[in-house]
Nanobody, 118 residues
Framework: QVQLVESGGGLVQAGGSLRLSCTAS????????MGWFRQAPGREREFVTA????????FYSDSVKGRFTISRDNAKNTVYLQLNNLKPEDTAVYLC???????????WGQGTQVTVTS
């Protein structure tokens, strides 16, 4: 079992930045692909970004490309999401998830709230 805990969310003005962290316990993350998703009130969960186990491949949704950056530190069992140039439409609960590499995310965190004011 993998337990994931996100942190780093908060309230920020448009144009600001935040850095989210996702720390794992129970098992090392080094063999998992990691993803970040978000869910705004009344909307479906949305893919944001993902990275393979080694960090050599990354994927971003068009809505965040060029503004958000995913990274990982396997030694710390932690994945990060740097959010820059935030917009009000980025307001959501951000969740990290772990996949064994088959595209199916088996483990999810509880999420951290990001609120962007105009």
């Amino acid at each position: 079992q993998v337990q994931l805990v996100e942190s780093g969310g908060g309230l920020v003005q448009a144009g600001g930045s935040l850095r989210l962290s996702c720390t794992a316990s129970g098992r090392t993350l080094s063999s998992y692909a990691m993803g970040w998703f978000r869910q705004a009130p009344g909307r479906e969960r949305e893919f944001v970004t993902a990275m393979n186990w080694s960090g050599s491949n990354t994927f971003y949704s068009d809505s965040v490309k060029g503004r958000f950056t995913i990274s990982r530190d396997n030694a710390k069992n932690t994945v990060y999401l740097q959010l820059n140039n935030l917009k009000p439409e980025d307001t959501a609960v951000y969740l990290c998830a772990a996949s064994p590499g088959n595209g199916i995310y088996d483990y999810w965190g509880q999420g951290t709230q990001v609120t962007v004011t105009s």
